[in-house]
Structure formats: C-alpha cells, structure tokens
C-alpha cells in the first residue's frame, strides 16, 4: 500500500469530473446548433447530447473476490472515463416555418439538450469535483501531520 493512494484516488476523480464538465459546457453552447454534423444521406443534422461514461479503475475478477472476503490490500484505487457516448434520445420537433431548416411541414429539428438537465449534472460534477479537492486536501494534511510526528 502507497501512501500516495489517496492522492492517485482524488486526481483520477478530478480529471474525470473535469472532462464532465468541459462535456456539460459544450452540450449547453450547442444547445441551438441545428446544423452539427452531416448524415450518411448528405443532409444536415442537429448537434446530438453527449455524456461521459466514468467506472472504476480496477474491475479485476480478483479484486472483486478480495473485497467480498475483506482482504483487499487494495483500497481506493480511482477511476477512469471509458468513453463519451451520444444520447440516443429523439431530436426536439419546433414548428418554425421560417428558418432555413424547416422540413416541408414547417418543422425543425433542434438538439435533444435539456438546459436544465444540463444545469442539474453540472452542479453534481461541481460538488463531485468539490468533495474531491475535500479529500486531497485531508489526504495532504494527514500526511504533514504525520510528518511533524517525527521530528
């Protein structure tokens, strides 16, 4: 066991909520963006939501079995984003007959993002990231503590 694996712990966690946030602030600025990307048809499509999938970093078979029997030597070890993913969610319908993008019945297609859902995962990627700085900081004072012991 390292004394630094607190530290490992809190600084994966701190990159993973960050890239979650950068995610977050984009699918908000795309909120409106009805012209992203270019389908296999040559046509025009919105920007779609995008998330980031986070997981443990270690998912071993072994470390599961030490954990149920209480004998992990192992202890917080962080995690890892392992991908960020579209949201398969339909786009949002908006009669508008007057933008450049209306269908023939008058109606655009717009981002299937949620500003507010949007807001509501930003502040828990915010307190995430909080409660980590929490944690490398009580991690950092215990180590000093135990510094001084031995002088």
Do not use: C, W
Not at 9 to 19: F, H, I, K, P
Not at 118 to 130: I, K, N
């Amino acid at each position: 066991m390292s004394i630094f694996n607190a530290f490992n712990a809190s600084a994966s966690a701190l990159t993973a909520q960050r890239l979650r946030m950068d995610v977050i602030s984009s699918n908000i600025a795309n909120a409106n963006t009805t012209r992203a990307t270019v389908n296999e048809n040559g046509e025009f499509v919105p920007y779609r939501r995008k998330m980031v999938e986070i997981e443990p970093s270690d998912k071993s078979f072994q470390s599961y079995l030490h954990k149920a029997t209480n004998m992990s030597n192992n202890p917080a070890s962080g995690v890892k984003v392992t991908g960020i993913v579209e949201d398969e969610e339909p786009f949002k319908l908006v009669y508008n007959p007057t933008h450049p993008d209306a269908n023939d019945a008058g109606y655009v297609q717009m981002p299937n993002v949620d500003p507010l859902k949007e807001m509501v995962d930003l502040m828990s990627a915010t307190r995430s990231y909080e409660a980590n700085i929490t944690a490398l900081n009580a991690s950092k004072s215990m180590l000093m503590k135990a510094l001084e012991i031995g002088k």
